[in-house]
């Protein structure tokens, strides 16, 4: 009888083993996948049918979805009753075992069914789906399986930052799709910061006609591009317009996206301030749109009653704009040198027995604060609004870590906290070695180290831990100014964060994440997404032994199951030059190429090549 089960749960171990590499290549990974024999042809023959409810959102952009997929133009009807066979059904039900943005996917060899309580579940079993689609193929075979799924975090962000450099609303809209794809829900859109004014105010027209608008400095280093002049033409930049603005909010409305406006103050405010330089607390300042990273006097004055109105006014138009419940003002990196020689600023202090700069901003957060709540909308500000005496109610955006500890210290003070670690998240980073990218911050982010990211501080309690509404991954503008550039730092880094965002820590594995993102380039490529292969370069770090007159490399890549070839001779790397097995020994001075290779002896990504001195 022993020997009986023991042969069985042999066999049953096979049958796992094998059904796992049945799995299609999920991202992210679902809380579970069961598959089965057999497959479901998907065909111009296959009827989908979607709830009525949902018809007008749900109907043109199945069935748009699934053209671009196939090729196959598909008849999408509305309703419940279904063929007997070959057909795909949206069930709304009302399943208490399936959690809000949650879905069942159970495809048989003669039905697709995807059940979910919420129109963000139907959505997102559909991305499950699409994820079993071939590419690149004539024949659509889905393989049958039962998925079972739901978010960790209700916030799966992603930020765009179009101030420092402006992109079109059809690149933003293409980016929520792909967003929307990987089942993230928040698109944070910074508007405005030193460098621009994206968002049209129709009762301060001057932050568009001319806070949208900068002197040329293309091809000058960012951080070294000279202030501009009032005389010199100011041709670099554009916005938004409401409607523009409304078609973007639609757009992502179908696609189960919430769209966050950040209104970013009292710092990173050069634009506003050189639209109307009566906000700043000084008048003999260089009142231009920044050009690059240097942006004097760019703080509001925290003093006068004029800023309030002006912030009143201009938060009530975003606040009608845009329907989210939440409204993002910044608060970051303010340099207060003019509030400490401001006498109406120090006034307030004294008034309100503020004992420092640092207080004074907390008065100024909260008088935003009680702006925003009036009109219905939470606030969302950055790490720093936590710093004088806090902004309770609000929400936080912890960003910086190290020696800052707001990842910990928010939700330890009751504070609702979105994760969006500069360690970890910060994607306008570099993703490969700094001599080998396009320019950036001298820090590098390689995937892996997004992928790596852990939301929730082992420090929180329970409780605490609970007020952790997910993570945010942020792609500053200042280094990208092409869509082009702003897709390449975005993805596949993007991806890894989607995972970190809904996967569940122990269905996280690299080596099958990098498996599965593998399989989605093919599907990239389709789209025409410009997307990353940093992840396979090889890293060299040597040293010089002056002693021996010897350099000592060793060679590193962040992917798993490929091998690094290597010359000293000045040639191309193939698999037929050295392989490394471990660190070695050379002469300095030599001229290293490395390369990382797939076992067909296919070249992965971008050959290294390093003079070891």
């Known amino acids: 009888m022993k020997k009986i089960l ?3 749960a042999i066999a049953l171990i096979a049958l796992a083993v094998k059904a796992q590499e049945k ?13 089965k024999e057999g497959s479901f042809l998907l065909s111009s023959n296959t009827t989908v049918y979607v709830p009525t409810k949902f018809k007008s959102d749900f109907q043109p952009y199945i069935g748009e979805k699934l053209l671009n997929d196939t090729g196959i133009k598909f008849q999408v009807k509305s309703g419940t009753r279904t063929p007997a066979s070959n057909y795909i059904l949206f069930d709304l039900t009302k399943d208490k075992s399936i959690a809000k943005e949650g879905y069942q996917l159970d495809v048989s060899s003669h039905s697709i069914i995807i059940k979910a309580n919420t129109y963000a579940g139907l959505f997102y079993g559909f991305q499950t789906l699409r994820q079993t689609i071939p590419v690149n193929t004539e024949s659509f075979e889905l393989p049958c399986l039962v998925v079972k799924d739901h978010p960790r975090f209700e916030w799966r962000g992603m930020m765009l930052d179009v101030s420092r450099h402006f992109q079109s609303k059809e690149w933003v809209k293409k980016q929520i799709d792909i967003f929307a794809a990987y089942k993230m829900n928040k698109m944070h859109w910074h508007l405005t910061d030193d460098q621009g004014w994206r968002i049209e105010i129709d009762k301060y027209p001057n932050l568009t006609k001319k806070g949208a608008w900068r002197a040329d400095r293309s091809g000058i280093a960012w951080w070294s591009r000279e202030l501009a002049s009032p005389e010199e033409p100011k041709t670099i930049g ?5 409607e523009d603005i409304k078609e973007v909010i639609e757009y992502a409305r179908v696609r189960n996206v919430e769209i966050i406006p950040e209104i970013d103050v009292p710092g990173h405010s050069k634009a506003l301030i050189a639209s109307y330089p009566h906000l700043c607390c000084v008048d003999s300042a260089n ?12 703080a509001l004055c925290a003093g006068k009653e004029t800023t309030y109105e002006f912030l009143d006014n201009v938060l009530t138009e975003v606040a009608e704009l845009f329907p989210s419940e939440y409204l993002h003002i910044g608060g970051d990196e303010c340099n207060k040198t003019n509030w400490k020689k401001c006498p109406l600023c120090q006034q307030v202090m004294k008034d309100n027995d503020l004992k420092d700069e640092e207080e004074l901003q907390s008065h100024f957060i909260q008088r935003v604060n009680k702006l925003v ?14 710093s004088g005496k806090g902004a309770q109610g609000a929400t936080i955006m912890a960003w910086r870590r190290n020696k800052y500890t707001p990842h910990i210290d928010a939700p330890k003070g009751g504070y609702p906290t979105i994760q969006a670690s500069y360690n970890h998240s910060y994607i306008a980073q570099v993703q490969g070695p700094t001599d080998m990218e396009p320019e950036g911050p001298k820090v590098v982010l390689p995937l892996w180290k997004v992928y790596s990211y852990e939301p929730i501080p082992e420090e929180l309690t329970a409780a605490e831990a609970k007020l952790v509404k997910g993570t945010e991954a942020c792609l500053w503008g200042e280094f990208t100014p092409t869509e082009s550039h702003s897709e390449y730092m975005l993805y596949p880094r993007s991806f890894a964060n989607a995972e970190v965002a809904w996967s569940q820590p122990e269905l996280k594995d690299w080596a099958r994440f990098q498996g599965a993102l ?32 010897e350099a000592i490399v060793y060679l590193e890549t962040e992917m798993v199951g490929y091998d690094i070839y290597y010359t000293l001779n000045g040639d191309e790397p193939t698999t037929d030059a050295s392989k490394y097995e471990g660190v070695f020994k050379t002469k300095p001075r030599t001229l290293l190429k490395a390369g990382l290779f797939d076992k067909k002896g296919n070249l992965l990504g971008k050959v290294t090549e390093v003079r070891l001195k």
């Open 287 to 298: 009142f231009e749109v920044a050009t690059g990273g240097k942006a004097p006097d760019n």
């Open 518 to 549: 593998e399989a989605h380039f093919p599907r990239l490529d389709r789209d025409k997404i410009n997307y990353s292969t940093s992840m396979y370069t090889v890293y060299a770090p040597f040293a010089i032994n002056q002693l021996k007159n």
């Open 23 to 35: 799995s299609p290549a999920f991202i992210p990974q679902p809380e579970s996948v069961v598959t």
């Open 373 to 386: 709540t009036s009109k219905g909308k939470t606030m969302i500000g950055w790490d720093e609004i936590l």
């Open 6 to 8: 023991s042969i069985l």
């Open 238 to 242: 554009g916005f938004y317009t409401k």
